[in-house]
């Protein structure tokens, strides 16, 4: 059982280059997400995904796009890569949409935008 | 607006040196808070989740309690092996729809043989 899978693992863009951070579950998770890890400021919530079809913005949205077709797949897209985006992602999922359900995170892919 | 702050940001131990870390948060009422470990370069793996005040949970060297401000994660008699940083986080009863987890900047705890 994969759980989580993101690639790629380590990325380094130039600044208005475009990419897409990949995510795949296989355990049949409704909700998944995208988090950004900053030192010093946490994990925070750039999208997440209540099932397919379905997306809505978290904390900090502005520059990324997401979309879920399936319910295996929630691809994150930089538009036009910015330096102030250098971080680590996290894609998270979890079995359902409502109540305390724990998240499953990948192992994260480090992006660099130079 | 929900919050959660950590503290102390780092804790260097001794192996077997007992010791708390600290998870103070601010949430219009709480689902659950949740407690994750983070080893270098990977993904936060879940420890425990609590529910309401007094409630705790353990897990081998770990014990976690809650009250109505804050948890505590409290390792007993501490190996090297469980150098890591440990993250808390909320989820807010009242967001309808989704799991949004508002997370702390965590606690980097290292343990020397």
């Known amino acids: 059982n994969a759980g989580v899978t993101q690639t790629p693992k380590f990325q380094v863009l130039k600044t208005g280059q475009s990419m897409t951070l990949q995510c795949a579950q296989d355990?049949?998770?409704?909700?998944m997400s995208w988090y950004r890890q900053d030192p010093g400021m946490g994990l925070r919530l750039i999208h997440y995904?209540?099932?397919?079809?379905?997306?809505d913005q978290g904390e900090v949205p502005n520059g990324y796009n997401v979309s879920r077709s399936t319910t295996e797949d929630f691809p994150l897209r930089l538009l036009s890569a910015a330096p102030s985006q250098t971080s680590v992602y996290f894609c998270?999922?979890?079995?359902?949409?409502?109540?305390?359900?724990?998240?499953?995170f990948g192992a994260g892919s480090r992006l660099t935008v130079l | 607006e929900d919050q959660v702050t950590q503290s102390p940001e780092a804790l260097r131990l001794q192996e077997g040196e007992s010791s708390s870390l600290n998870c103070s948060y601010t949430?219009?009422?709480?689902?659950?808070l949740f407690w994750y470990r983070q080893d270098p370069g990977k993904g936060p793996e879940f420890l425990f989740t609590?529910?309401?005040a007094g409630e705790e949970k353990e897990k081998e060297r770990l014990k976690a309690t809650l009250t109505k401000k804050e948890s505590f994660l409290h390792i007993t008699a501490p190996k090297p092996e469980d150098s890591a940083t440990y993250l808390c986080?909320?989820?807010?009863?009242?967001?309808?729809?989704?799991?949004?987890?508002?997370f702390g900047q965590g606690t980097r705890l290292t343990i020397n043989p």
């Open positions: 995904s209540v099932g397919a079809g379905i997306t």
């Open positions: 998270a999922s979890s079995p359902d949409r409502g109540g305390a359900n724990v998240l499953t």
């Open positions: 609590l529910y309401s």
């Open positions: 355990m049949n998770h409704e909700y």
């Open positions: 949430v219009s009422g709480l689902r659950g």
């Open positions: 986080a909320v989820q807010d009863l009242y967001f309808q729809g989704a799991q949004k987890l508002v």
